[in-house]
């Protein structure tokens, strides 16, 4: 087991599903960094910005905030990336939206949004890493 995978895992107190720990196993999220997901129906501009899914920015900005246990939505779900400023790419945006992925096989990808909902954007962690540009 990595490093990587050992601190997620303790971190989040479970095993990862696996194909997000191959995902971070593989080192495929570097090549995922800074880009964008598509823009959505519904979604605000600020939602094309760059992602970024370095685990251990991820574990910073999240791994603090004692929302994964404070709800049955936020238990089926772990964090995926946060965005980045449109303007600095090198540093986090203001939002407070991000991207999460579902705790099951496929890894099912939501964006937690503004308005306080998880809506889905893909149906698999896979589907959704094909749509970045």
Same mark, same amino acid.
């Given at each position: 087991m990595s490093d990587l995978i050992e601190m997620l895992e303790t971190t989040y107190g479970e095993k990862l599903p696996a194909a997000y720990r191959e995902f971070i196993d593989q080192s495929l999220y570097q090549n =995922?960094?800074?880009?964008? @997901? @598509?823009? !959505? @129906?519904g979604w605000a501009a600020e939602m094309s910005y760059p +992602?970024? =899914?370095d @685990?251990? #920015?991820v574990v910073e900005v999240f791994g603090n905030k004692q929302i994964w246990n404070s709800s049955a939505d936020f238990q089926r779900f772990l964090p995926l990336a946060c965005f980045l400023r449109d303007d600095k790419p090198n540093q986090l945006s203001d939002l407070d939206d991000f991207l999460? =992925?579902?705790k099951n096989e496929e890894c099912a990808v939501? +964006?937690?949004d503004h308005d306080g909902e =998880? *809506?889905? #954007?893909? /149906? /698999? !962690?896979e589907r959704f890493l /094909? +749509? +970045? *540009?």
């Amino acid at each position: 087991m990595s490093d990587l995978i050992e601190m997620l895992e303790t971190t989040y107190g479970e095993k990862l599903p696996a194909a997000y720990r191959e995902f971070i196993d593989q080192s495929l999220y570097q090549n =995922f960094n800074e880009k964008r @997901p @598509p823009q !959505l @129906p519904g979604w605000a501009a600020e939602m094309s910005y760059p +992602l970024c =899914f370095d @685990p251990e #920015v991820v574990v910073e900005v999240f791994g603090n905030k004692q929302i994964w246990n404070s709800s049955a939505d936020f238990q089926r779900f772990l964090p995926l990336a946060c965005f980045l400023r449109d303007d600095k790419p090198n540093q986090l945006s203001d939002l407070d939206d991000f991207l999460a =992925f579902e705790k099951n096989e496929e890894c099912a990808v939501y +964006l937690w949004d503004h308005d306080g909902e =998880f *809506r889905k #954007v893909t /149906s /698999s !962690l896979e589907r959704f890493l /094909s +749509l +970045l *540009r």
